[in-house]
């Protein structure tokens, strides 16, 4: 096996849906991803108001719609679908923003062009600095979010002169608690790295497989995660560059050759 990995295996919660890249390219470096779901979203109890803001979309009652997270997708296009259309449909007249390239990529994939995605790195706040002024009477943005998101956008948003509804999606729970043999595997060290893709999935790392042995790598999508990763006291590898699961890989690839040049 060769590659800049070999013989590594790598920690990776598992994608919204379908594969998941960071599989592939970790495959390319010659590492093994070891799938472990340490989180999961589920749409909320009651779908009423996400219900009727999406009927609301489609009637083009918003100027925008804004996701700042992939998870989002895979339900809006569920509640879409049980109202008799397609979420490509309900957006047909609307401008559309992701906060990056893989929330963009999901949206895509659903069918739906996206209009505006800010520079790295892939943040509220950055998107909120590339965010249009209001321009006339159409003024209305939704934000369908999970239901641990900061207000971060929705602030930012208002301070600017928007009208912007939020309504939870999604709720983010702890996925079922991993199998024996991984939570060993991460006692010993023999998973020498992992990628972290959110700040729940840091804090669920830390209460289902426990603090990290020395010598383990953490690798965070972004700001807010490697925030997350020093609140707990824990060392952190890298920061992707790219916000998407390919580039959590290059970031720990990219840690590792460091490392072995010291």
């Known amino acids: 096996m060769s590659g800049a990995l070999a013989g590594w295996r ?34 909320p109890q009651d779908t009423g108001p996400l219900d009727d803001v999406l009927l609301a ?46 929330t963009a990529r999901a949206l895509r994939e659903a069918g739906v062009e996206v209009d505006l995605t800010p520079p790295a790195p892939s943040t509220a ?19 369908p979010r999970g239901d641990l998101a900061a207000p971060t956008l929705t602030d930012g948003l208002r301070a600017r002169g928007w009208h912007v509804d939020d309504v939870v999606a999604y709720r983010t729970v702890p996925a079922d608690p991993p199998p024996a043999d ?25 209460t289902q497989l426990g603090t990290p042995p020395p010598g383990t790598l953490l690798v965070a999508i972004g700001p807010t995660t490697a925030a997350e990763v020093r609140r707990h006291g824990l060392p952190l590898a890298a920061t992707a560059a790219t916000q998407t699961m390919t580039g959590l890989v290059e970031a720990l690839t990219h840690a590792v050759q460091t490392r072995e040049e010291i």
């Open 125 to 143: 706040e950055s998107l909120v600095r590339v965010w249009p002024a209001p321009d006339g009477e159409r003024t209305r943005v939704l934000f």
């Open 182 to 206: 991984v939570r060993r595997s991460w006692a010993d060290g023999d998973i020498r790295a992992a990628l972290l893709t959110s700040a729940s999935t840091v804090r669920e790392l830390v």
């Open 57 to 102: 979309l489609g009637a083009g009652w918003y100027r925008w719609l804004v996701l700042t997270s992939a998870a989002a997708v895979p339900v809006l296009a569920a509640r879409a679908e049980v109202g008799g259309r397609s979420l490509a449909d309900l957006v047909d007249q609307v401008t559309v923003a992701a906060v990056g390239p893989g």
């Open 10 to 43: 790598v920690l990776v919660p598992r994608p919204v849906a379908g594969a998941s890249p960071a599989v592939m390219a970790l495959a390319a470096a010659g590492a093994t991803a070891e799938v472990v779901p340490l989180i999961a979203t589920v749409p």
